[in-house]
């Protein structure tokens, strides 16, 4: 089944197109893996499935983007809620100003869990999917500044999943990360792809086939080949 | 050689504190530190120097001006640090810098043609009054607020605001519960310096607030600040009267070094979290 439907898609920075003629259908609940070398248009192409484009005030585009069948261009399609169901975790970790908890359970708050004793619950579990738990149980208070960038990369995707998405998107994640973290991580990612559909633009071929059934190369913003059942 | 500029200045700061203290501290000692700060009868002529109304009105008139400055200001920094187009922001910025190179002269002569009148009209009293003085003293510390905080703003790291907007946040709510409080220490200090202007400042005050040396009643009475009391009377003060004055300059410089610690204590602490 198609979670994902990329049709005729082009995306412009002011005159400069970063996405030419794009199509491409990424199935539910598998890990789909978008290469290409620096520059060739994968974070935009992630940047646009959670319309995390439309920040830059020069960005346009043409065609269209499906989730479960309906436009995410769709006038009526509330950006926040979009950006909910359709987690994103940058190349950078982006913690935010505030302790480990809080990072993880600010994103809940918001939504207005109806229970708030449900919180730390959550909290633990999405800490535990994102291996990190053991790490920071006892220190939960600490600001997440004082993690390190591993862990910081960790906690952004606890924070995601705490929201529990429909689709993960990765964006060089594991890029600054020591191999303990990136194994920790890419294990938490296959356990995950049961609840969810990932898309990850790995930081080399290598992540790509340890952990994805389907690769996407690209190149300068076009379309260049999709194998399924990858293997180097 | 660099050293030896740096010692002058700094001597400078020492020489002026020895002499308002060698000057003014015979005159709190005569006097008794209570009746001088709490007293409310300043009769210079007759021997009677009570500065409690003074107090009472600098701290009137700075708080009115920093209930008016300080939302007007980080509102304004935060609507030039996220949602101004380039174009206004360009416009905003210089206009936002010449407002503080306006001379105070210039903003008293416009309080007391513009903003007395309008409150003798309208709310009454004779115009001259503390709530004249907190509009044009908020006015007069926007621009330190909205630079400083402005700044403070947009330095922080983007990838606060990136990941708040990954949680589905709402721009508002990224601004309000991550930004703000990232950039609050750059906030507080540029708060402070806006109060500690709106505290020392001198010559609008003397021209809008009236002057009288009662204790205010309400926001539409008359006061003299501390500064002004100073800025009034050095003229003519002779013997203990001088002497009074000095004293009135060191219950301000002990005012304006409290502020100062709380602002250091302040960002201090904000540094913290970081």
Not at chain 1, 59 to 71: E, H, M, N, V
Not at chain 2, 137 to 148: K, N, R, V
Not at chain 2, 214 to 236: F, Q
């Amino acid at each position: 089944m198609n979670k994902i439907e990329i049709k005729d898609f082009n995306f412009f920075y002011g005159k400069n197109r970063v996405i030419r003629n794009f199509n491409l259908n990424i199935e539910a609940n598998k890990i789909t893996s978008i290469f290409g070398p620096a520059n060739s248009g994968t974070t935009t192409l992630l940047c646009c499935l959670n319309r995390f484009c439309d920040l830059n005030n020069e960005a346009r585009y043409s065609g269209d983007i499906l989730i479960d069948g309906k436009s995410i261009f769709a006038p009526k399609v509330s950006v926040t809620a979009l950006r909910r169901r359709v987690g994103m975790v940058f190349e950078v970790p982006t913690p935010l100003p505030m302790s480990i908890f809080d990072n993880v359970s600010y994103g809940l708050r918001l939504l207005h869990v109806k229970r708030k004793q449900r919180i730390p619950e959550i909290v633990e579990m999405s800490l535990r999917q994102a291996a990190l738990w053991d790490e920071v149980k006892n220190r939960l208070n600490f600001p997440a500044a004082s993690l390190s960038g591993g862990q910081q990369q960790r906690m952004c995707i606890a924070r995601i999943l705490a929201l529990e998405p429909d689709v993960l998107l990765i964006d060089r994640a594991c890029s600054g990360l020591d191999p303990i973290s990136t194994a920790k991580i890419e294990g938490s990612l296959m356990r995950l792809k049961k609840q969810m559909t990932i898309v990850i633009s790995p930081h080399n071929i290598q992540q790509a086939n340890r952990i994805s059934e389907c690769v996407v190369f690209m190149q300068k913003g076009e379309w260049v080949e999709k194998i399924t059942d990858f293997r180097i | 050689m660099f050293l030896i500029f740096a010692l002058t200045s700094i001597s400078v700061l020492a020489v002026i504190t020895g002499f308002i203290f060698m000057q003014g501290f015979p005159l709190i000692a005569d006097v008794g530190l209570r009746d001088f700060l709490f007293g409310t009868t300043w009769e210079p002529t007759r021997g009677q120097f009570g500065i409690g109304a003074m107090i009472a009105g600098s701290l009137a008139v700075t708080f009115g001006a920093a209930l008016i400055g300080i939302p007007v200001g980080i509102c304004c920094s935060i609507f030039m640090a996220e949602f101004a187009p380039g174009i206004v922001r360009k416009i905003f910025r210089p206009a936002i810098q010449l407002l503080a190179g306006i001379p105070s002269v210039v903003y008293g002569f416009w309080g007391i043609m513009f903003v007395v009148p309008f409150i003798r009209n309208y709310f009454g009293g004779p115009g001259l009054s503390i709530l004249a003085g907190s509009i044009v003293l908020g006015i007069m510390m926007l621009p330190t607020i909205i630079s400083i905080s402005e700044v403070a703003i947009v330095s922080l790291s983007h990838t606060y605001k990136e990941g708040a907007l990954a949680l589905g946040m709402t721009h508002w709510q990224t601004i309000l519960a991550v930004q703000l409080p990232a950039a609050k220490s750059g906030i507080v200090a540029g708060v402070i310096l806006g109060l500690g202007r709106a505290l020392g400042e001198t010559m609008a005050v003397i021209m809008i607030l009236g002057n009288a040396t009662a204790l205010p009643e309400s926001i539409l009475s008359p006061v003299r600040t501390l500064t002004a009391n100073i800025g009034l009377e050095m003229g003519y003060a002779t013997g203990v009267h001088r002497q009074a004055l000095f004293a009135t300059g060191i219950v301000l410089f002990i005012i304006i070094m409290l502020l100062n610690i709380i602002a250091q204590h302040l960002t201090n602490r904000g540094d913290m979290i970081e």
